[in-house]
């Protein structure tokens, strides 16, 4: 009996404990709220444990928003897409139970909203849409704790506002824009955390191993990736964002311990989007910053605004719906990079961090609802402004289209269209531009249409600036991106063919027919070296031609630029059937075709058995990584090898270095980073590499290494590298100038003119000399005293997009680009910018895929 006692006196005191911590949670984040339904569990009942004590799994934030879609008819479930780490992509409507039983009409008529040739009907009958992202950098790790809450609270709350909230709004609340990288930080903070907790900066908890959660999978920013698309993330969520058009978006960030809590505006005008009405970062964002400053006001966090941030880019996730007639914004916390941590300002913890973003979540709910109509209204005009505007701009259209490459073409029709942009066949062969594009392998996307605005995001040079300082990016024309011929059209008379509709697909039909000679394959489609990788792995010999040649095939005469592949078949060690099984594969692998000869005998350049004919080695690949190495750069060159090659790369951290033995590789990548680590030792194993024929390449700031360290030869490039002409007499400045004109110093990302030397082995597959690069640094790279060495060199006038200062213009004109150096039997080739660039940009990567395939051929005169 007395047991008993003492086992129920534990319950209850464990019980009363329990609903004390849940009375607490209750009261911190929800004061004043009123009543909450007992038959929704709040998460932190859901999960165990208080919210901001523990950071929360992606699986236990989607097992959460399932139960509440289970248990209340405020609340639907659906999964929109996945990560390539397997994990779901969710969303979670929430809206009045008479909503969701009219959801797909509410659709319906909000898409008409978006429409200048549809009725726009009453606004009084019509709910906001608004959508509520949190998490697209994984490590800021606060927005999705907010998430759970918002739920709870639009799913739970009995009170009368949220019964009109729910009537008057759809909500769609996304918790975790980025799951891959959320769970790399949650497993780090959670496997870190001490009991009590541990607040020293320095310690384990809050300094994140590399590559840290910030990125996706593959290492990429994902907020920069609402406009090139080119992960299964952003691809699902532009997807459904162009399923709904929400008025409302918002981005939920972390930024510096020290800080404390931003909301926009933004900077005014000078980090504005000219294409944008005004009344974006006016009416609309300082109606709801004077909610968000109420709400922070009411529990004395502190704030800023109208600083730092810029919205000039349209492809984050607080600037593209901006695009669409909506409205986008970026909210900061200061983070504690864990669970709790000194501060500038005291100590700072998740539960407050998470408070901070959920008052904002919160108010940005209200302010949709008691500014319904404003925001409907902006998207309706937004959308008829827009065909106002295009009727008045001299450009009609823009034409694009690359009859050699087909693949890099649909690439960019493709993109467009996800982007719902409207794209036409080109009727007839025609010039524009002083450009000729032909008919079946051109488009035409007219800025006539609501998508007026984003189609001059797209191809539009941006020259002018009304600021000199920038948080990111100036330059993003995909069009320059993807290294397309593109031209404007004035006339009014377009050459429309047909709409396209679906995407592009390059599925092989017709494959190659079988061949006892040998077979041909075009390296100017971007997608040849997929083809050949496939053909290498599974034991093939392949030839590359040095020089352009013409060839009776099977698809009559047919022009084959350098770097083209030959397939002998009598050379092989299996038979001619199981090659041709293989080359088809290759085929339906790649989408590129191939053709057969029956004869070594070519109409025009070289025949096959030729010199000029080289055997070519599979590629080895190593690229050091770890700490104190620029992730994106690395996750760019193993993503375009996964992606878009399927060859695999040795990602080896700098650590275990040593143990590599060089020899099983022809290839080492050597990305931006801090190469301190190198011994001498290693230094001369890496020299001795190259010397035996080993291929190094080198991006941006590796190159500075590579050139002080012995692997480059050229004195030209030792005695110069990064030494302008400058005069020794300084200037004083103002302090209260220096941010502004350091700034305006900085190159954060613009578009320059290069000349491609095609002949070289670098260049193969290229038609054109000129070649748009993308740079975001200030390093100089000189031009090699080798006449033959510099691949890709600045033009004397070279801006083509975005800021860049005179004095860096002129530093960067006639600079190289490119440089290949010989050391021995080896050679060390220099990027001195990013062929990579987030991913889309293809019209570069082909020079680095052709320095991983061609460079063990490239001999130095």
């Keep these: 009996m007395k047991k008993n006692i003492i086992v129920l006196t534990f319950i209850l005191v464990a019980a009363l404990s329990f ?105 009084d009958n019509q709910p906001v849409i608004v959508y509520l992202g949190y998490g697209v950098h994984g490590n800021e790790t606060s927005s999705s704790e907010t998430a759970l809450l918002t739920a709870y609270y639009l799913t739970a709350s009995l009170s009368a506002d949220v019964e009109e909230y729910l009537e008057e709004g759809v909500f769609f609340i996304d918790p975790v824009l980025n799951p891959d990288g959320r769970d790399r930080h949650t497993h780090w903070a959670n496997m870190h955390k001490g009991d009590p907790l541990v607040s020293d900066p320095l310690d384990r908890e809050h300094n994140e191993g590399w590559p840290n959660g910030r990125t996706n999978h593959y290492w990429f920013d994902l907020n920069r990736d609402w406009l090139p698309l080119v992960h299964p993330e952003s691809k699902a969520r532009i997807d459904f964002h162009h399923k709904w058009y929400p008025n409302i978006t918002t981005d939920f960030h972390e930024m510096g311990t020290n800080s404390t809590y931003f909301f926009e505006p933004t900077k005014p005008i000078g980090s504005e989007n000219p294409l944008l009405p005004r009344e974006v970062y006016t009416d609309l964002t300082e109606t709801l910053a004077g909610y968000y400053a109420e709400t922070l006001d009411e529990i004395g966090s502190l704030y800023f605004t109208k600083e730092v941030f810029d919205n000039t880019y349209p492809g984050y996730g607080s600037t593209y719906p ?20 000194d501060s500038d300002t005291g100590v700072l913890t998740f539960p407050f961090a998470i408070r901070n973003q959920l008052r904002t979540s919160l108010a940005t709910i209200r302010g949709a609802i008691e500014n319904k109509e404003m925001f409907l209204n902006h998207q309706r005009n937004f959308f008829t402004s827009a065909l106002e505007e295009a009727n008045v701009d001299p450009v009609k259209a823009y034409v694009f289209g690359d009859s050699y490459d087909q693949s890099r073409t649909d690439a960019l029709l493709n993109l467009l269209l996800r982007h719902r942009l409207e794209v036409y066949e080109l009727s007839e062969t025609g010039n524009f531009g002083g450009k000729t594009f032909q008919q079946g392998s051109s488009y035409i996307v007219p800025a006539g249409q609501p998508q007026y605005r984003m189609v001059k995001s797209v191809f539009e040079k941006v020259e002018e600036f009304a600021d000199s300082t920038f948080y990111g990016t100036t330059a993003w024309s995909l069009a320059l991106g993807f290294g397309l011929p593109h031209a404007e059209i004035t006339d009014r008379r377009l050459p429309l063919g047909d709409q396209v509709t679906e995407y592009k697909s390059r599925e092989i039909t017709d494959h190659v027919e079988e061949s006892s000679y040998s077979y041909l394959l075009d390296w100017s489609d971007y997608y040849a070296p997929k083809a050949l990788y496939h053909l290498q792995k599974n034991g093939v010999i392949t030839n590359t031609a040095f020089v352009p040649f013409t060839a009776n095939t099977s698809d009559g005469a047919k022009s084959y630029s350098r770097g083209s592949i030959s397939i002998p078949v009598s050379i092989q060690d299996i038979s001619s059937s199981q090659l041709h099984e293989l080359v088809r594969e290759a085929e339906a692998l790649s989408g590129v075709r191939f053709q057969s000869v029956s004869t070594g005998l070519s109409l025009e350049g070289s025949d096959l058995g030729s010199r000029n004919f080289r055997t070519l080695k599979p590629p080895r690949v190593l690229m050091p990584i770890g700490h104190g190495f620029n992730a994106n750069e690395a996750g760019q060159v193993w993503h375009l090898l996964d992606t878009k090659v399927r060859l695999p790369i040795t990602k080896i951290d700098w650590l275990h270095f040593n143990r590599a033995d060089l020899n099983d590789y022809n290839t080492l990548v050597l990305v931006s980073g801090n190469y301190n680590w190198v011994t001498e030792e290693q230094l001369e194993n890496i020299q001795r590499w190259v010397r035996n024929g080993g291929t190094l390449i080198a991006i941006k700031s590796a190159v500075q290494w590579a050139i002080a360290n012995g692997l480059v030869t050229d004195s030209n490039l030792t005695e110069r590298i990064n030494t302008p002409g400058s005069d020794n007499e300084t200037q004083r400045i103002d302090f209260s100038d220096a941010q502004n004109l350091q700034g305006a110093q900085r190159i954060g990302g613009a578009i320059f003119e290069t000349d491609l030397d095609i002949t070289h082995p670098i260049g193969f597959g290229y038609h054109n000399r000129t070649l748009a690069i993308y740079r975001d640094h200030t390093s100089i790279l000189p031009v090699s005293s080798n006449q033959f060495s510099t691949v890709a060199q600045f033009s004397t006038d070279p801006h083509i997009s975005g800021y860049v200062s005179s004095d860096n213009l002129s530093g960067i004109s006639n600079t190289a680009s490119i440089v290949v150096d010989r050391l021995g039997s080896g050679r060390t080739v220099l990027f001195a910018d990013n062929p990579n660039f987030w991913g889309y940009w293809y019209g570069t990567n082909k020079l680095f895929l052709n320095a991983i395939f061609f460079g063990q051929h490239i001999s130095i005169p």
């Design 322 to 341: 901006n695009f669409q007639g909506g409205l986008g914004l970026v909210f900061e916390q200061a983070s504690a990079r864990g669970h709790i941590q």
């Design 19 to 123: 609903f004390g911590q849940a009375e607490a949670q209750q009261s911190y984040y929800f004061p004043d709220h009123g009543e909450f339904n007992p038959d929704i569990p709040s998460p932190w009942e859901f999960l165990g444990y208080d919210i901001g004590s523990h950071h929360t799994r992606t699986d236990r934030i989607v097992s959460y928003f399932e139960e509440l879609a289970r248990l209340s008819d405020r609340v639907e479930f659906q999964v929109i897409g996945q990560t390539y780490g397997h994990r779901p992509l969710v969303i979670l409507t929430v809206t009045s139970p008479h909503n969701h039983t009219n959801l797909e009409s509410i659709r319906d008529q909000h898409i008409k909203v978006t429409d200048p040739q549809q009725p726009a009907g009453d606004y």
